[in-house]
Every structure is written in structure tokens, then in C-alpha cells.
């Protein structure tokens, strides 16, 4: 497809569990970002990937926390011993460059049970 | 760090009239403000942007100022549609991180027929 794309749409898991997040960016676009966006706020950065690499991974909240971007492409947000309070939508976005316009997915919807 | 105000929280309007949406932000090397629509389920939609340099920018309904003296910029859209219904976000860049946005709270837009 021609946009950002993510997946699962929705995930629902139990407290404790690991779950890992995929975002397929535009073909082309070297930067990959990460957000996260709680109802009734703006999305919060997360982590920032130049190439494969994680540029700035300032906002990611804890060790729990980790995301990857092995090929330059695909990259996938990893949640380990999940909390219910990492339940929110996780936004994957994508740009031709580190201060170019960034173009959004729709999201993941994460519930923690 | 860069903080950025919006309002009002939400906005009703006469379909036909004209919307507009207030920013501040208190980095004043702050130089890319772009603005996102956001529909309920959808990830953001960039809609218009504007660098520092330039003080207004129009696309069709879309028009968006920058007073860098004042620190604010603002989202006007004119013959308003009951599809223009959304949350609109602005955000802006910080310098020291130009990949980074920094987002508002968002602006809940209501068209009325």
C-alpha cells in the first residue's frame, strides 16, 4: 500500500505478558518513528530510527521497552512484562527524512487486562 | 523544552463558517509547525505545515500563520463541511531535535449541519 501501515490493528493481553508491534513504513522513507497517545491527548514520542538505527530512544518510558528496525524497513515496538498502564494507541510514522512531514498509520490499540 | 499550548479544547461551528484554532509554543528556535486531522479510530493526517520562514501558507479551505514575535500560529479553515468534523493537533519542532514534534492537546472540531 501507499501509506504507513500497522499491525495488529487491535491487541488485547493479559498483565505480564510480552507483545510486539509492527509498523510497515512508505517504501523509501528512511525515518521511522514511534508514539504513543493516550485517550484525549497528542501523541508522545517514543523512539526515532534513522536507517536501522535508533537515532534518539529518549522517550521510550522503561527497560521494558524496546523497539528494532533491522533492515531499514519494517520496524517492530516490543513491550515486555506488559502493565495496564501501557494500554493506549501506539503510533508508527514514517518521513523521507529526520525533519521532513511525517506520515502516520493508524495505530495499534493496546489493552492491558 | 518546547511546550505547546492549543485552544480551544473543542470548537463548534456553523456548517459554512469559518474554524480557527490557536498554538503557542515557548522555544523561539522552534521552526517547523505543521497541523494534523485526526479522525476517531484513524492515525493523524498532516493537513498543512509551515516552516519559520514563512509567515502564511494556503491550501484550498487550509490556511496557516505564523507570528514568530508572538510565538503563536493558527490553523483557519473557511467553508467549513460536516466532513472537516475531527480532532485537529498542531505540533512544533524543537532545534535541538528537528525530527522531534512536540503536540498540543488537540482541538475537538465540530461541524454543525
Known amino acids: 500500500g501507499a501509506g504507513v501501515s500497522q499491525t495488529p490493528s487491535n491487541k488485547v493481553t493479559e498483565k505480564g505478558k510480552y507483545v510486539e508491534l509492527r509498523c510497515d513504513p512508505i517504501s523509501g522513507h528512511t525515518a521511522l518513528y514511534w508514539y504513543r497517545q493516550s485517550l484525549g491527548q497528542g501523541p508522545e514520542f517514543l523512539i526515532y530510527?534513522?536507517?536501522?538505527?535508533?537515532?534518539?530512544d529518549s522517550g521510550l518510558p522503561n527497560d521494558r521497552f524496546f523497539a528494532v528496525r533491522p533492515e531499514g524497513s519494517v520496524s517492530t515496538l516490543k513491550i515486555q512484562r506488559t502493565e495496564r498502564g501501557d494500554s493506549a494507541v501506539y503510533l508508527c510514522?514514517?518521513?523521507?527524512?529526520?525533519?521532513?512531514?511525517?506520515?502516520f498509520g493508524d495505530g495499534t490499540r493496546l489493552s492491558i487486562l | 523544552g518546547e511546550n505547546v499550548e492549543q485552544h480551544p479544547s473543542t470548537l463548534s461551528v456553523q456548517e459554512g463558517d469559518s474554524a480557527v484554532i490557536k498554538c503557542t509554543y515557548s522555544d523561539s528556535a522552534s521552526n517547523y509547525f505543521p497541523w494534523y486531522k485526526q479522525e476517531l479510530g484513524k492515525g493523524p493526517q498532516l493537513i498543512i505545515d509551515i516552516r519559520s520562514n514563512v509567515g502564511e501558507k494556503k491550501d484550498q479551505r487550509i490556511a496557516v500563520t505564523l507570528n514568530k514575535t508572538a510565538k503563536h500560529f493558527s490553523l483557519h479553515i473557511t467553508e467549513t463541511q460536516p466532513e472537516d468534523s475531527a480532532v485537529y493537533f498542531c505540533a512544533a519542532s524543537p532545534p535541538d531535535s528537528n525530527y522531534q514534534l512536540i503536540w498540543g492537546a488537540g482541538t475537538k472540531l465540530i461541524i454543525k449541519p
Open positions: 510514522a514514517s518521513s523521507l527524512g529526520g525533519n521532513q512531514p511525517q506520515h
Open positions: 530510527f534513522q536507517g536501522t538505527g535508533a537515532a534518539d
